[in-house]
């Protein structure tokens, strides 16, 4: 042993490059374990398919998991913000999870047409519900007319309700917008918040812009968003102007909560579910948690909000909800894709569906609609009804512009002009 | 056998100049300790320098993180430049590092001097002022965020107009002028103990002796902690300086929990920026260029501030 150390030029060399040689075997395997992906699948075998989905998909793939007994799964489940760092990454790095959250259309780093773009999703369009999906909502779907999502339905944007607070305004849900502000000012008479606004939590800023988008452009122009990708239309020369100047009235006549860009989107929820405010304009899909602040769920209902002063020009917002999507280059795509099939079932679209409070994809007999969608019902059937402005539009950047810009708007740090420059640059950027 | 290892120098005729000195040098990295050390130095370099360093190529690319990479040159450093988000994040990132390292080297340095005093309840005092440290950035942002309620019953609003200071209520988030100050004085309540602890050890050091003597001298209380401790303390204020100055300069969870960097881009930070960029909007290649630009300015920073506070030490 002491000899051996003796000879210390030849055992220092030695030492240094067994030491160098195992960091190069670590680094050749790490290098290994990522890049063994193959497309095509089939040689699962039995084995253990990746679930990662995000939290608001748990309760139903929890539902559905447990039925389906053809593969079996590993889920995890994660925030979204999360999940978008997490799955991004694995995609990039070759070693996506097999079946994976994937986001509707287009405009956020995990939608569908942003991965699809890069080949990495399984094309789907061979299964049967493919054939089901609504023409209206199939750029949610489909790239190149290709689907490579998976999708149980859509939720709507409103106005989340207080029934109790309503009645002691005497007021009913209006069906336009002069009615809309005429409920707002007898509840503010009655010494009540109209509209709680949780604007600090970012995503709930672009929420009332959404509900009115749908009347103020759509139902004028229905081919907006193919000519603002055409160059030929833009946020500042449309009726995205007449949304801002509607958010910014509501504003000015005191209809919403002091500070809405201090207040949370917890705050916001609690102010309605305990009757402080009348209502909240929200997505759908947080109706579940509305329900658990109120004392009594049956407390609370929704309505459209008309964003036009004729009740024929009111159209709704009705997004596809987050869906899944089986990665092209994982190991067990086959296992996935029947995985997917198998969801797609009306039954299981149905169960997604109520589990979630969304309306689903397509219905049947069995499809049961929370009673609070159902005054948006007709507005889907009539054709207007878009998705979510943010499914369509071309890069990752604009929806977080359009959340600075409306705080900016509410914090009076900008004028409705600069925010709709702002959002007309962001959307030509490549 | 250490002598085997190392022969003494000393034995050896040295070699005059350069080349004498490179292979002293070179002696020194082949030596024992450095045997010890490799293991680790391996797996750190796999695990740190090595992605560290091969991600520096991704700065000069427009990679969004999915598909293929193409080399556009100096692009996103020109982008750096004339971004206006990216411009605005810097000069918060500023303010805030200057506001934090002021504000919590001052409140660390009189916490330190109180508990320091004989007083009885000195060791769980200590252990109270240091406790939020140890708690996660992202629950003491979430924390704040009731304390910053702005409803006027609730939270720090509630306390205020409960001692009769309600004119002094404020949407302490909610304001774009506000907002990043609200983050220092979170950052301040979290950190303020923890550079406490390290002004604590400083004064530790400081021998009794010299107090004693300068009593014996005259000097009143102020004139011995500036001429006795402040000079003995210069080792503690180097290190929370620049803690202090590179934990403000790389400030991402408490912003990220507590505003997004929001209202508006009101608290955007460089990191908050950088994040964004990768994660948000898939401008993989930009996100680099602005981290590698982050990491040179806080190299560039700590370096400075060690040339100048360690000569001020006192040996």
């Known amino acids: ?430 | 056998m250490t002598s085997t290892l190392r022969p003494a120098p000393a034995k050896r005729a040295a070699p005059p100049g350069a080349a004498a000195r490179r292979r002293r040098r070179g002696a020194r990295f082949l030596s024992p300790p450095w045997w010890f050390a490799a293991p680790a130095l391996a797996i750190y370099a796999l695990v740190v320098l090595y992605p560290s360093l091969s991600g520096i190529v991704y700065a000069f690319t427009d990679w969004n993180g999915l598909g293929e990479r193409s080399f556009n040159g100096l692009a996103n450093f020109s982008k750096l430049f004339d971004d206006e988000a990216a411009r605005g994040s810097l000069v918060n990132t500023l303010l805030l590092t200057v506001a934090i390292v002021l504000v919590q080297n001052a409140v660390g340095l009189l916490l330190a001097l109180g508990v320091h005093a004989k007083i009885k309840s000195r060791t769980v005092l200590r252990v109270v002022f240091f406790a939020p440290a140890v708690v996660s950035p992202v629950m003491v942002a979430f924390l704040w965020k009731y304390i910053y309620n702005p409803s006027p019953d609730a939270g720090l609003n509630g306390i205020l107009g409960a001692v009769g200071l309600g004119g002094l209520r404020q949407d302490w988030l909610g304001n774009p002028d506000l907002a990043i100050w609200s983050i220092a004085g979170m950052v301040v309540w979290q950190f303020a103990g923890y550079s406490m602890v390290i002004f604590l050890a400083g004064l530790e050091g400081v021998p009794a002796e010299l107090h004693e003597a300068a009593m014996i001298d005259g000097a009143s209380r102020w004139q011995r902690f500036r001429h006795v401790t402040w000079p003995l303390l210069a080792p503690a204020v180097t290190i929370n300086l620049m803690l202090s100055t590179i934990g403000g300069l790389k400030l991402f969870d408490q912003v990220y929990a507590a505003t997004n960097g929001g209202p508006g881009h009101a608290s955007e930070t460089l990191s908050t920026v950088l994040y964004k960029q990768a994660f948000v909007f898939g401008n993989y290649g930009y996100s680099t260029a602005i981290a590698l630009v982050l990491a040179l300015f806080v190299a560039a920073v700590s370096m400075i501030q060690i040339h100048y506070l360690r000569g001020r030490e006192v040996a």
């Not at chain 1, 095509?40 to 679930?51: E, F, W």
């Open chain 1, 1 to 430: 042993m002491t000899s051996s150390y003796g000879t210390a030029a030849l055992s220092r060399r030695g030492f240094l490059g067994l030491t160098g040689g195992v960091a190069a075997m670590g680094a050749l395997a790490a290098c290994g374990g990522t890049s063994g992906g193959s497309s095509g699948g089939g040689g699962g075998g039995g084995a253990t398919l990746r679930l990662v989905a995000v939290a608001d998909q748990q309760k139903p793939l929890e539902l559905l998991l447990k039925e389906y007994t053809k593969s079996k799964f590993s889920a995890s489940y994660a925030p979204t913000d999360q999940v978008q760092t997490s799955v991004r990454t694995q995609l990039g790095a070759g070693n996506a999870p097999d079946v994976h959250v994937v986001f509707p259309g287009d405009g956020s780093a995990m939608s569908m047409a942003q991965i699809a773009q890069a080949g990495l999703l399984a094309d789907l369009s061979d299964q049967a519900w493919t054939k089901r999906i609504p023409p209206g909502l199939k750029p949610a779907f489909q790239k190149d007319g290709k689907t490579f999502l998976y999708s149980a339905g859509s939720s709507v944007i409103g106005a989340i309700y207080n029934k109790k607070v309503f009645q002691e305004a005497g007021v009913e849900p209006p069906t336009t917008w002069s009615e809309f502000l005429d409920v707002c000012e007898k509840i503010k008479k009655k010494g009540k918040v109209p509209i709680a606004l949780g604007a600090q939590t970012q995503w709930v800023t672009q929420l009332i812009t959404y509900a009115l988008v749908p009347s103020t452009v759509y139902a004028k122009n229905p081919k907006f968003d193919e000519q603002m990708r055409a160059g030929s239309a833009s946020f500042a020369n449309s009726g995205w102007k007449d949304a801002f100047d509607m958010y910014l009235e509501l504003q000015k006549r005191g209809y919403f909560n002091d500070n809405p860009n201090g207040t949370t989107l917890e705050q916001q929820t609690s102010m309605v579910a305990t009757g402080k405010a009348a209502m909240a304009i929200q997505v759908s899909a947080v109706l579940p948690d509305f329900r658990k602040a109120a004392s009594n769920a049956d407390d609370l209902d929704m309505f459209p909000v008309p964003g036009a002063d004729d009740a024929n020009q009111v159209w709704v917002p009705a997004g596809v909800v987050v869906g899944l999507g089986v990665s092209a280059r994982g190991k067990n795509v086959d296992e996935a894709k029947a995985f997917l099939e198998f969801l797609g079932q009306q039954q299981n679209m149905n169960r997604w569906a109520e589990a979630v409070a969304c309306v689903p994809l397509t219905r049947d007999s069995a499809s049961k609609i929370d009673p609070v969608l159902k005054s948006f019902l007709p507005f889907i059937d009539a054709n207007k009804a878009v998705p979510f402005m943010d499914q369509n539009w071309p890069n990752a950047e604009i929806q977080p512009a359009h959340f600075a810009v409306v705080q900016e708007l509410l914090g009076g740090r900008t004028t409705v002009a600069k925010a709709l420059a702002k959002l007309d640059e962001t959307y030509r950027k490549k």
